[in-house]
């Protein structure tokens, strides 16, 4: 089969499968599967893929073909211009949670010291040392799997957090001037209605925020002023229609300045709230 062929025959088994976008995807995986650039790819489409071409092709397919997430099956996913080691075990990176990592950078002085809870990959906490190289970062999951991921990430950065496996902050000690988090926050019931690749592949416990979805916001909130400096501020990711809910919550919490941020497609994604001084 030719690198051409295989190309259209992808194309067609990912678009009976159902799977989005299935002339990227396959695009994505031959080149994965060849080490093929798009010029080579133009240049050598006639040629036919070799035996072990063929076979990492053929595995890769039949995944996707399943709905596993095109990211675990490549085992990396672009945020803020870095590449992360992605798998079964943390929850992929996406674009919205940019809103996040930027406010934190904005946020955090040059010396300052930064929390990031729920961490997963490390994306938050390494994109954040990697622009704030003087910031002290630590970062924290409950999950082991996760921080092993997390440190293969640091590693490949060449960025120095400090991992701690944590259910929220109970395995913290200091203060920080930002701490950051990107929560479980979908409903129970809404998560069967995901994509198959979101719900039948991606780790649930960092999907599940409980029957309204605000489960880790009510943890989260009440304790984190404990943590933070005089002046410091929580940054929390929200689902869309969670800004009033989650806002109110950093209220009650005695939080000022409270603000919600939204992501370049408009919609609410960040709460923001400062520590009474």
Not at 8 to 17: C, G, N, R
Not at 56 to 80: C, D, N, S
Not at 117 to 146: E, M, N, W
Request: include cysteine; proline fraction near 5%.
């Amino acid at each position: 089969m030719t690198y051409r062929e295989a190309l259209t025959v992808t194309t067609s088994l990912l678009k009976e499968a159902g799977v989005p976008e299935p002339s990227l995807d396959a695009w994505y995986l031959l080149s994965h599967a060849a080490q093929l650039s798009r010029s080579d790819f133009y240049l050598r489409e006639e040629e036919e893929l070799t035996e072990e071409e063929q076979k990492h092709m053929e595995i890769a397919v039949k995944e996707r073909v399943r709905r596993v997430p095109l990211q675990y099956i490549l085992g990396t996913q672009e945020f803020m211009g870095l590449s992360f080691s992605v798998n079964e075990n943390v929850l992929i990176p996406r674009q919205d949670t940019e809103v996040l990592a930027e406010e934190a950078i904005r946020f955090l002085p040059p010396d300052g010291r930064l929390l990031d809870l729920c961490t997963g990959s490390g994306c938050i906490a390494l994109t954040v040392k990697c622009k704030v190289p003087g910031a002290l970062v630590a970062a924290s999951d409950i999950s082991k799997t996760a921080i092993m991921t997390a440190k293969e990430n640091q590693k490949a950065l060449e960025a120095t957090v400090e991992w701690v496996v944590s259910d929220l902050f109970s395995g913290i000690r200091g203060t920080f001037d930002v701490i950051t988090c990107n929560p479980p926050y979908i409903p129970t019931e809404v998560i069967r209605t995901l994509q198959p690749e979101v719900r039948d592949f991606e780790p649930r416990e960092a999907l599940d925020g409980g029957a309204d979805g605000l489960d880790f916001y009510r943890r989260i909130v009440p304790e984190a002023g404990s943590f933070l400096a005089e002046g410091g501020v929580l940054l929390l990711e929200i689902g869309y229609d969670q800004g009033e809910a989650v806002s109110g919550l950093m209220e009650e919490a005695g939080f000022e300045e409270i603000r919600v941020i939204r992501d370049l497609a408009g919609k609410d994604r960040v709460v923001k709230g400062k520590k009474h001084v």
